[in-house]
């Protein structure tokens, strides 16, 4: 389903909704988004893009996909960086390296051109030259990753497995099954290549590109990049239900690279033992920016530099605004200013734009029912411009009514032919 949603204002777009979690238990909610432009070091606002990937929509295909604005619950702030890298001064290179700076906190990417892995006459892999280029997209695609179809499958013939397969399989790089480079059994893969995306702190090697036992992909690079991390992913999909996890679950220790480098906390299976299905996702799910780009405190004014992202600029820098947004939610005729919280950062140094995504929730002392009370007096405010009004969706008498409406409808047209 294509997403057609258009902003509510020509400054902004927002929603009014209702929700309830663990956590918060029932609220009301006030999600706002604005994009600006880069210009000058500064956020210049400009023409709104709408909210993105509403969860809501029961017509929506697929239901989880990433970089999702509607995710209310986060407790980080996700930055996140969108594009390509490109080639200094239009002159292609073979090797290049991006990066991102928030604050003082720093990621970077190596970025290599096209490299096959060809096989040696003794049957080992190796890593050819890489080719140049100008352009490189930086998304998972191009991030270490990948399915080794090779490994074996028990009872790979029966209908329970069968099923399984359709959305995993033991030589699945749990961390990024859409990247390039994932190798688990011996043997000439015709067309293999390399990554194009690494950590330059922890490149794949030569001995290192064939595992020889799938329960060892931990031991593997981490997909480094800086887009939007998809839900089906590992880490992540950890925090949405108990009984979910990789194929082979790997250590909770310092074995485990997330846990050795601060991605991951000891033992963080535990947060989710006696979660039950109908508590919903923990927090951490909804945190969707790639390694360590999710940020407990991001400040009004703070600076964010991007290098090697931009045609015609080595670096584009920015502070973000220096003020929040004023957000305030009506409750039966109740308005109130509610703290908002920065959810997400989306940049996009190729065009030189960023999008700001904030929400204010505010707790319901007493409980509204979708689909019972016809009027749910519900409303938001931004900057104290229009109300933006909560809308409630038709009442189960109002559905009932209707359908009895079609029902007579249709055995009228009946009788007549």
């Known amino acids: 389903m294509s997403e057609s949603r258009k902003p509510v204002s020509d400054v902004y777009d927002a929603v009014v909704d209702l929700g309830s979690s663990a956590e918060l238990g029932p609220y009301a909610y006030l999600l706002v988004k604005f994009t600006y432009d880069v210009s000058g070091g500064s956020c210049v606002l400009t023409a709104p893009e709408p909210l993105r990937h509403d969860i809501r929509d029961e017509n929506l295909q697929p239901r989880l996909k990433a970089g999702t604005d509607f995710w209310v619950d986060k407790i980080m702030t996700d930055v996140v960086v969108r594009g390509s890298a490109f080639a200094l001064s239009g002159i292609p290179t073979t090797e290049m390296n991006v990066s991102v700076q928030v604050g003082s906190f720093v990621k970077r990417i190596s970025v290599f051109g096209r490299r096959k892995i060809i096989w040696d006459k003794h049957g080992k892999p190796r890593i050819e030259d890489p080719e140049p280029f100008l352009e490189m997209p930086l998304t998972y695609e191009n991030a270490y990753g990948g399915i080794d179809w090779r490994v074996p499958v028990e009872n790979a013939d029966s209908l329970e497995m069968q099923v399984i ?73 950890i925090y949405f239900y108990e009984l979910v996890d990789a194929w082979f679950p790997g250590p909770e220790d310092e074995n485990m690279p997330e846990v050795k480098r601060g991605f991951l906390p000891p033992g963080y299976r535990s947060v989710m033992k006696g979660r039950g299905f109908d508590e919903g996702p923990h927090p951490m799910f909804y945190q969707e920016a790639s390694y360590g780009m999710s940020f407990a405190h991001l400040n009004p004014g703070e600076k964010i530099s991007i290098s090697g992202m931009n045609q015609e600029k080595e670096v584009v820098s920015f502070n973000l605004p220096s003020e929040k947004p004023l957000l305030e939610i009506e409750i039966e005729g109740n308005r109130e200013a509610v703290e908002p919280k920065l959810t997400s950062v989306e940049c996009f140094p190729g065009e030189e734009k960023v999008s700001l995504v904030y929400v204010a929730i505010r707790e319901l002392h007493r409980l509204f029912v979708p689909g019972i009370h016809k009027h749910i007096p519900v409303k938001g405010f931004v900057d104290g411009g229009m109300a933006i009004e909560y809308e409630a969706p038709p009442t189960m008498k109002e559905k009932l009514d209707h359908a009895k409406e079609e029902h007579e409808k249709n055995a009228k047209q009946g009788k007549e032919h």
Not at 178 to 188: R, S
């Open 165 to 237: 397969l359709q959305t995993d399989h033991p030589g699945m790089y749990p961390r990024n099954p859409f990247g390039k480079g994932y190798l688990v059994v011996d043997g000439e893969v015709p067309e293999m290549e390399m990554p194009n995306l690494e950590d330059p702190e922890d490149l794949l090697t030569e001995e290192r590109i064939i595992t020889k036992k799938p329960e060892l992909w931990y031991k593997q690079p981490l997909p480094w990049c800086f887009d939007w991390v998809h839900p089906y992913t590992f880490p992540r999909y």
